[in-house]
């Protein structure tokens, strides 16, 4: 699994509007998580971490980063 165990957080109340089929794939999701980890985290709870670690992965977008950054 990409996404590792949730650390300890305060709840932050998030609201989207999502296509039905990925409504499913992040119930999905969140069901694989709670098999991988035993622990049951609600979908929204777990939407933060999942872009976080997308972010985190996109080797373009960091060096994109790196170089607007770098610009003076």
């Given at each position: 699994?990409?996404?590792?165990?949730?650390?300890?957080?305060?709840?932050?109340?998030?609201?989207?509007?999502?296509?039905?089929?990925i409504?499913?794939?992040l119930?999905?999701?969140?069901?694989?998580y709670?098999?991988?980890y035993?622990?049951?985290e609600?979908?929204?709870?777990?939407?933060?971490f999942?872009?976080e670690?997308?972010?985190?992965?996109?080797?373009?977008?960091?060096?994109?980063?790196?170089?607007?950054?770098a610009?003076?």
């Amino acid at each position: 699994m990409k996404l590792g165990k949730l650390p300890d957080r305060t709840p932050v109340k998030i609201t989207i509007v999502l296509a039905p089929s990925i409504a499913r794939r992040l119930r999905e999701y969140a069901d694989f998580y709670a098999e991988t980890y035993g622990s049951r985290e609600e979908v929204a709870e777990l939407i933060p971490f999942m872009l976080e670690a997308f972010l985190e992965s996109d080797s373009t977008f960091k060096k994109a980063k790196k170089r607007t950054q770098a610009e003076p």
